[in-house]
């Protein structure tokens, strides 16, 4: 889990709240008061209140207002094999680590590949992969995805395409 994780106050407007997540470089914001987990505010959450409210000055929003409240968490004794399955069961990607109340991290699906890039395999399961059928049909390709894996090009984890022989990932592909 990441103990560092990046927060904010309910009443932070959105503004300043993409401006945390883009000089950060994170995708999701705890949302806290003292110790206490409030919710989370993710890309999403912020993509929505434009669109809805897009009269309204970002700077008039707060996290409070458009924040997930239900949050789904998990205990820091909790291994790898139980985060994965919350998320897949939750279908989320990001799970607050909650102690006596307390938020004392943040464990992500980025997180998870980095400590084993072979459970990219499981974790491909809970995140919807786009298809590419239409792209490939307009530029006359065919391929096949194969599996998830490690490329056999490059060394980099993800769905894996036959080419001349190889199991090899878009990337390498498209070269």
């Not at 106050?9 to 000089?23: D, G, H, I, Q, Y």
């Not at 809970?126 to 490690?150: H, L, N, P």
């Not at 056999?152 to 080419?163: A, M, Q, R, V, W």
Request: hydrophobic share 35%; with cysteine; proline share 2%.
């Amino acid at each position: 889990m990441t103990r560092n994780f990046i927060w904010v106050l309910p009443s932070e407007n959105l503004k300043e709240c993409a401006r945390t997540m883009v000089k950060k470089r994170v995708g999701s914001l705890i949302v806290k008061e003292g110790d206490k987990l409030r919710g989370i505010l993710t890309e999403k959450d912020i993509i929505r209140a434009v669109v809805k409210k897009s009269k309204e000055d970002l700077g008039e929003i707060l996290a409070k207002d458009v924040m997930q409240r239900k949050v789904v968490t998990i205990k820091p004794s909790a291994d790898i094999t139980e985060a994965l399955s919350k998320m897949k069961k939750k279908k989320v990607r990001r799970l607050p680590v909650v102690e006596s109340g307390k938020v004392i991290g943040m464990i992500t699906t980025n997180d998870i590949i980095k400590i084993d890039p072979g459970l990219f395999e499981l974790i491909a399961e809970t995140v919807q992969i786009r298809d590419e059928t239409e792209k490939m049909k307009v530029s006359g390709k065919t391929r096949e995805s194969v599996r998830t894996g490690i490329c056999e090009e490059c060394g980099e984890s993800g769905i894996l395409y036959h080419d001349k022989g190889l199991l090899i990932c878009e990337k390498c592909y498209n070269k």
